[in-house]
């Protein structure tokens, strides 16, 4: 089974993620994130495991080892042409989450989708909108660099779900 590893935000944040994606949605008819109900993220680990339970109880010993923390979003990005996404500065907290999760959660698991979430591969999105035309990109650009400066979101959440379709297995409030 294909599982994400994500980290979620204040409800500030969260609330401002969701507009985008339902604006976007609204105007391009590229609803996937809004339909799937993924709620506004960043995803740290892509894994495939057999082991639900191994991976549950090693999350519970990762998130002993973590603190809320800032990210700061700064720049509108295009995964071409599919994905439009909201960009964080890469820092000290989402390197060391991503390379934590990814270690320890990998004695369990093995590496998804084709590695692109593994330290020093991985360019961490909030995804806006997935699985556009490349005209439905174009609108969503429009949309997004509208509305869009930069800001600060406070990490407040880590959550282990299973991917495609997406369901929340559990999340942790961090320290």
Known sequence: ??????????????????????????????????????????????????????????MESIVQL??????WFAN???????????????NEFLQSTCRTVNERLLKY??????????????????AIAVKLTPEALKEAFVIVQEKFSAFGATAEKLVLARAEPYEEIRSWNLK
Not at 77 to 86: A, D, R, S, T
Request: glycine share 6%; hydrophobic share 40%.
């Open 1 to 58: 089974m294909d599982y994400a590893v994500t980290l979620e935000f204040d409800r500030e944040t969260e609330y401002m993620i969701q507009e985008l994606i339902d604006e976007v949605a609204k105007v391009t008819g590229c609803d996937y994130m809004k339909q799937s109900k993924i709620p506004p993220h960043v995803t740290v680990s892509a894994l495939v495991s057999d082991n639900e339970e191994a991976m549950l109880l090693e």
């Open 66 to 71: 973590m603190n809320k923390d800032v990210v």
């Open 76 to 90: 509108i990005g295009v995964f071409n042409p599919l994905v439009i996404y909201l960009g964080p500065v890469m």
């Open 109 to 126: 698991a093995e590496v998804g989708n084709r590695g692109r979430y593994l330290p020093n591969q991985w360019v961490p999105h909030a």
